[in-house]
């Protein structure tokens, strides 16, 4: 009986620290409410730009999980979206899908105050890093932009860093291939990379041994940015690991920010 009652103790003490990981594992990917516990998290996802990156596509994948999450979900094929300032504010998080093209004084101006004001961003590929390649702030917000993807559609490997490997948008990723674009881009250093990708000499000689960032956060003012370099097209995110590091990113740039 006495050595009985130890296990049960024992099974309860494990029990008791399984609900407080759980807990904290939720509470680490729990989007806030921009007016009240009671009220939906807001997302809106902007898309457009050069079809050759399937952004309506893309969209389909991640809307109706954002709705599973709990968001509610706006989509919207117009940059003026972007107009209207004080309904921007009281978004969780912006994922924008739109490669290319040109935005408006106005539209960036709002966009870059409520993000520097706490909303989040979050995107991938050309939709996010080759937006507007006039625009100088827009790409200091987001934290690079492409210039090259040597080679075009090809076999490579993303490396999660491992002193990233606790992070909640890789935690439990292993290294994985990608057969698509592997994106070389200008990056600010201020960003915390969270996987890389190396090239090789096969296409462009003079980049052998390049590591570049494929996935990274960062902050602009209080607002929580995200960005992965995957996604060149819709089928990319059939890559387990891809789609997984994209859903994480953005629930990560909806929490408040910390800053």
């Given at each position: 009986?006495?050595?009985?009652?130890?296990?049960?103790?024992?099974?309860?003490?494990?029990?008791?620290?399984?609900?407080?990981?759980?807990?904290?594992?939720?509470?680490?990917?729990?989007?806030?409410?921009?007016?009240?516990?009671?009220?939906?998290?807001k997302a809106l996802i902007v898309w457009g730009g050069w079809e050759g990156h399937e952004p309506k596509q893309c969209v389909d994948i991640f809307a109706p999980w954002l709705k599973e999450q709990g968001f509610e979900v706006e989509i919207s094929n117009s940059l003026d979206s972007y107009?209207?300032?004080?309904?921007?504010?009281?978004?969780?998080?912006?994922?924008?899908?739109?490669?290319?093209?040109?935005?408006?004084?106005?539209?960036?101006?709002?966009?870059?105050?409520?993000?520097?004001?706490?909303?989040?961003?979050?995107?991938?590929?050309?939709?996010?890093?080759?937006?507007?390649?006039?625009?100088?702030?827009?790409?200091?917000?987001?934290?690079?932009?492409?210039?090259?993807?040597?080679?075009?559609?090809?076999?490579?490997?993303?490396?999660?860093?491992?002193?990233?490997?606790?992070?909640?948008?890789?935690?439990?990723?292993?290294?994985?291939?990608?057969?698509?674009?592997?994106?070389?881009?200008?990056?600010?250093?201020?960003?915390?990379?969270?996987?890389?990708?190396?090239?090789?000499?096969?296409?462009?000689?003079?980049?052998?041994?390049?590591?570049?960032?494929?996935?990274?956060?960062?902050?602009?003012?209080?607002?929580?940015?995200?960005?992965?370099?995957?996604?060149?097209?819709?089928?990319?995110?059939?890559?387990?690991?891809?789609?997984?590091?994209?859903?994480?990113?953005?629930?990560?740039?909806?929490?408040?920010?910390?800053?």
């Amino acid at each position: 009986m006495k050595l009985k009652g130890k296990t049960s103790h024992g099974v309860i003490r494990i029990g008791l620290l399984c609900l407080v990981l759980l807990g904290a594992l939720v509470y680490s990917f729990a989007a806030p409410s921009s007016t009240g516990p009671d009220t939906p998290k807001k997302a809106l996802i902007v898309w457009g730009g050069w079809e050759g990156h399937e952004p309506k596509q893309c969209v389909d994948i991640f809307a109706p999980w954002l709705k599973e999450q709990g968001f509610e979900v706006e989509i919207s094929n117009s940059l003026d979206s972007y107009l209207d300032l004080e309904k921007l504010k009281k978004l969780d998080v912006i994922i924008q899908v739109y490669t290319q093209g040109t935005i408006t004084a106005e539209q960036e101006r709002n966009l870059l105050e409520v993000v520097k004001g706490g909303v989040g961003l979050a995107g991938w590929h050309g939709g996010l890093a080759d937006s507007f390649r006039s625009n100088t702030e827009y790409q200091f917000m987001v934290g690079g932009q492409w210039v090259a993807h040597p080679g075009g559609i090809i076999d490579y490997e993303v490396n999660v860093l491992p002193e990233k490997k606790n992070d909640p948008i890789v935690q439990g990723l292993k290294d994985f291939k990608m057969h698509s674009e592997q994106y070389y881009l200008h990056v600010d250093p201020g960003v915390e990379v969270l996987a890389t990708t190396t090239f090789s000499d096969e296409y462009a000689p003079w980049i052998k041994g390049v590591v570049m960032p494929v996935v990274w956060k960062k902050h602009y003012g209080q607002g929580r940015v995200f960005y992965c370099s995957l996604g060149h097209v819709a089928a990319d995110f059939n890559v387990p690991e891809a789609r997984e590091i994209v859903k994480r990113g953005i629930l990560w740039a909806a929490q408040a920010s910390d800053k």
